[in-house]
């Protein structure tokens, strides 16, 4: 074994991708570090803890994690059921922190400032792939790798609200109006919604759920008015699959929106792009700039921007990394999730080949791994680290065996103005539910719980929330 063998690899960040992959390493008999920025393990999972996912708990436990909590006598949750992110976080991912198989190698509070190779830069070639990794951290900390897992995930990285990829005119000096994706409509976050007017940028599930806590809200509480904003011509592409969504959750949420909007109780903004944003008299003024090149104004109390994210790759900018020009994930992986191409999608397995870049070693993976496509599910990440944890084990035949069973969504376009809510591409069959869609942060996916409950009685229905 040589010396950089005998170093740790490094995963940045606790949440549940970071803390599969501790597990995977745990079982390979490897050393491994786990660093996480926030102040407990699945720190960024907490944040929309008030949040249910449409996932049932078999897609968002990893099968090494499920071994090692097996082992312990935990008891394993109803794998039918939906957790919400809170449950997610205190039923799965801190058990599994306080392993003591993990725990002695996880570090909170340890945000990762950069990482290189050490005493080599980006040009230097002879002898790189047998230099350890350098994580330095914010604190001036610095730890020697054999390898790095970059789990660390896209959630502090919201894009933008102007249509083209750049901050609209005035969005900086307008945070105070502004809202993070997925805030607590309903509990902590209500005071800042109740009684206001709110819009809501964006077509992603994200947006879908918090414009069901703000229906809600609005039935409680006169006065809240809630405005949903895309930039597409149809809402049909977030409205999604129905029936035919293999997660009925997902599919509900969908229908539950429509409804809400057919009702007028959300008011429908469509070829919406943010131009500028102008905070006035305690209100903000947003420009709309439409395909002519008019302008329309609306005042709102709030804007909650629900745009998706975008990955950092700051920390590795003295590493070798090919990145695809438009996804922002490796150039093996983009096509195979470009959202221009396969919003209905096959997200075909894949693992260690597709992850690779020509800094030996280094692997981003997780949601940060799919760049800007907002098409990241756990369950991929889950198999992502098992084939990264082999290959740096040497199982390379394990490695690139690699499998993915994810559900299909119902939903079959890539144009979303095209979207008709068929089963399929052609408006025939399902596909097979090996492939599919999946949507959403950090897990992949993200709902308003499932209530059965009539929508034409907004004041009782239940349309959001936790």
């Known amino acids: 074994m040589s010396a950089l063998d005998q170093l740790p690899v490094a995963v940045i960040g606790a949440g549940p991708v970071g803390l599969a992959a501790a597990a995977h390493l745990h079982e390979r008999g490897l050393p491994f570090l786990v660093l996480e920025a926030g102040d407990s393990a699945g720190a960024a999972v907490r944040q929309w803890g008030h949040v249910r996912v449409f996932s049932p708990w078999r897609y968002n436990i ?63 070639t002879a002898g790189r792939e047998q230099t350890p990794f350098l994580v330095r951290l914010t604190d001036g900390q610095e730890i020697l790798a054999r390898a790095v897992v970059d789990a660390s995930g896209t ?64 039935a409680e509480v006169p006065g809240t008015d809630v405005a949903w904003a895309t930039r597409s011509a149809s809402p049909a592409r977030t409205y999604g699959g129905g029936d035919a969504d293999a997660l009925p959750a997902r599919g509900a949420l969908g229908s539950r929106l429509r409804a ?26 947003v420009v709309v700039r439409h395909a002519d090149g008019t302008d329309e104004q609306i005042v709102v109390d709030r804007l909650v921007a629900a745009t998706g994210f975008r990955p950092d790759h700051a920390i590795a900018a003295e590493l070798r990394l090919d990145l695809d020009p438009v996804m922002g994930a490796t150039r093996a992986l983009a096509p195979l999730i470009d959202p221009n191409e396969h919003s209905c999608g096959t997200v075909p ?55 993915l069973d994810l559900p299909e969504t119902g939903v079959c376009t890539s144009s979303p103005a095209e979207a008709t809510g068929t089963d399929s591409c052609d408006g025939s069959t399902p596909q097979p539910a090996a492939k599919g869609l999946a949507t959403g942060i950090s897990g992949g996916l993200l709902a308003a719980p499932v209530n059965p409950t009539t929508l034409d009685t907004p004041a009782s229905g239940q349309t959001g929330g936790s």
């Open 62 to 124: 990893d099968p090494a994690a499920r071994r090692l909590l097996d082992d312990a006598g935990w008891i394993a949750p109803d794998l039918a059921a939906l957790p919400t992110g809170r449950e997610l976080a205190a039923d799965y991912l801190q058990p599994l922190a306080e392993l003591p198989q993990l725990k002695p190698h996880l570090r909170c509070g340890a945000r990762v400032e950069a990482v290189s190779r050490l005493g080599f830069d980006r040009l230097r």
């Open 260 to 285: 809400h909007v057919e009702a007028g109780r959300i008011r429908l903004l469509t070829s919406f792009s943010v131009h500028a944003l102008a905070p006035t008299d305690g209100r903000l003024t």
């Open 155 to 218: 959630w502090g990285t919201p894009n933008v609200l102007g249509a083209s990829g750049l901050p609209a005119s005035g969005e900086r000096a307008a945070a105070a109006y502004l809202e993070h994706a997925l805030p607590d409509v309903l509990g902590a976050d209500r005071s800042r919604f109740a009684g206001r007017h709110t819009v809501v940028v964006g077509a992603g599930h994200s947006a879908a759920n918090t414009l069901l806590s703000l229906a809600e809200l609005a």
């Open 349 to 403: 397995p894949h693992g260690v080949d597709e992850l690779a870049h020509p800094e030996t070693g280094y692997y981003a993976v997780g949601m940060k791994s799919y760049g800007r496509a907002p098409t990241f599910l756990m369950a991929t990440g889950y198999e992502q680290v098992r084939s990264v944890v082999a290959a740096l084990a040497g199982d390379w035949q394990a490695a690139r065996d690699v499998q």
